[in-house]
């Protein structure tokens, strides 16, 4: 069974850093690309970063610069550092997988930048 469980969203100053994690469980981790998306109060859902099984790392434009995802495939979790924050970025985060055609959600963790 799938599991994905995110970490470490707060309440942080425009300008300030934080660093998520998606600590997670019932599939081959280490195998899988990745997905971290986000979801704004009326807005879609949308991808924010991508790391793949060899560790290639793609970003939205929004956040290139800013973001870094990365993975430690010993702990079968993911992070998003988030730097130079902006109340923009203010949303929910999640996690992601896609097996099979079926996408896998954590319960997300709220960011909430204030200006």
């Known amino acids: 069974q799938v599991q994905l469980v995110e970490s470490g969203g707060g309440l942080v100053q425009a300008g300030g850093s934080l660093r998520l994690s998606c600590a997670t469980s019932?599939?081959?981790?280490?195998?899988?690309?990745m997905n971290w998306y986000r979801q704004a109060p009326g807005k879609r859902r949308e991808v924010v970063a991508v790391?793949?099984?060899?560790?290639?790392?793609n970003y939205a434009d929004s956040v290139k610069g800013r973001f870094t995802i990365s993975r430690d495939n010993a702990k079968n979790t993911v992070y998003l550092q988030m730097n130079s924050l902006k109340p923009e970025d203010t949303a929910v985060y999640y996690c992601?997988?896609?097996?099979?055609?079926?996408?896998?959600w954590g319960q997300g963790t709220q960011v909430t930048v204030s200006s």
């Open positions: 992601n997988i896609i097996q099979r055609g079926t996408y896998y």
């Open positions: 019932g599939f081959a981790f280490s195998a899988n690309v």
């Open positions: 790391i793949t099984a060899g560790n290639s790392a």
